[in-house]
């Protein structure tokens, strides 16, 4: 944590008013729900992005990143911000800032210096990790009141509007309001959250996410393509979202749709709704091993309806399965990224490994596998020269 204050002070020549961190997820459930305003349940990750920061009066935004290296910095009038405006990694800080001062909070200037532990590119959220840490620091270096719900929203509106991913609200609320020992269980429609206990350890249970360093880049148009195709098919429909498809309408529903992509693309959405619904039950009721084969079905799934899925991931999710993981799949937007895996305590290691060597067998890149508990959300870690 010392590390963001350290790198301040020396690209600014002056101590921080404070650091503040927000963490990476890794969702168990939900993929593609959210952009159909539906339920998702992701956990936050240890993996955090700090922000150090400092107010300024001038109305400049500066900002750095060690990740980008001391070549790669921006000076940014807030009053110049619009869409599009901005390129590269920048862009996400700046959109942040723009998204708060067009909702009409006094968000002025600031010193930004960035640094991170959540891998990019791995389907792990890296990016709403550097949205929700840069609104969270500009927030209360200003005083402007904005609860976390509130705060995820605009941070999503950075990505989608300024940015331009059309991503969900998943990642920004995750990041921003999951807590440690639980998964958050929340509707994307009406921001309702719930906190549902995921200790693992109690159980003998391990989650291991494994990243196959295999990157994507959301901005290419898949992903948008894809939810126009849940829009098409809630319209065709003739629902708001498909969250409003009752799962058990499924087979009917799909029997009026014409366009085969379309329709596959439903399926998905409406059985993945499901899922997580059961998944919620079992982990209330205690019973998280079960939950397993609700994971492997979301993968099969995301790879053969919604055909996000690629060589890497799939062969990560049969290994893991079949070296003995309760369950297993893709996580995250598709496309490379990670997939996770629920496990025996005692058998991690060997599905780790068993992973590891079909990658190296199929001559992959090999990847990366560790075990991850459920984290608390964004906050303030620590205060610097303002607050001492």
Do not use: K
């Amino acid at each position: 944590m010392n590390d963001a204050a350290e790198g301040f002070e020396s690209t600014y020549g002056y101590a921080p008013e404070g650091v503040w961190a927000a963490p990476g997820r890794v969702n168990l459930i939900g993929e593609y729900t959210d952009v159909n305003e539906g339920h998702v349940l992701p956990i936050a990750l240890p993996h955090c992005t700090r922000v150090a920061a400092a107010a300024r009066t001038d109305g400049v935004l500066r900002l750095r990143s060690r990740e980008a290296g001391p070549q790669d910095t921006a000076e940014l009038p807030l009053a110049a911000l619009a869409p599009g405006a901005v390129r590269g990694w920048a862009a996400y800080p700046a959109g942040v800032a723009w998204a708060l001062r067009e909702a009409g909070l006094p968000v002025g200037g600031a010193d930004v210096y960035v640094e991170s532990d959540v891998p990019a590119g791995a389907g792990l959220s890296s990016s709403a990790a550097l949205e929700v840490a840069t609104a969270l620091a500009l927030t209360e270096l200003h005083g402007a009141a904005c609860d976390r719900p509130a705060l995820a929203r605009l941070a999503q509106r950075a990505e989608n509007t300024f940015v331009g991913v059309p991503c969900g609200l998943m990642d920004q609320a995750a990041s921003a309001c999951c807590t440690a020992g639980h998964a958050l269980h929340l509707d994307t429609r009406h921001l309702a959250l719930r906190q549902v206990p995921f200790d693992l350890a109690a159980h003998g249970l391990r989650l291991l996410v494994v990243d196959t360093r295999v990157r994507h880049a959301l901005a290419d148009g898949a992903y948008a393509v894809r939810r126009a195709g849940c829009e098409a098919g809630a319209r065709a429909l003739g629902v708001r979202a498909l969250r409003d498809v009752p799962h058990a309408d499924l087979d009917a529903a799909l029997g009026g749709l014409a366009d085969t992509g379309v329709r596959r693309l439903v399926r998905h959405v409406v059985s993945e709704g499901e899922r997580v619904r059961r998944v919620v039950a079992l982990l209330a009721a205690g019973e998280p091993r079960a939950a397993g084969p609700l994971l492997t079905a979301g993968h099969a799934s995301l790879r053969d309806d919604f055909a996000v899925s690629c060589p890497e991931l799939d062969l990560a999710v049969a290994v893991a399965n079949e070296a003995g993981a309760l369950g297993a799949r893709m996580t995250g937007a598709g496309f490379g990224g990670s997939a996770l895996a629920l496990v025996e305590e005692g058998a991690a290691d060997a599905v780790g490994r068993a992973v590891a060597d079909a990658f190296a067998a199929a001559g992959h890149r090999a990847p990366r596998v560790f075990a991850v508990v459920a984290g608390d959300g964004a906050r303030r870690v620590s205060r610097g020269r303002a607050g001492s």
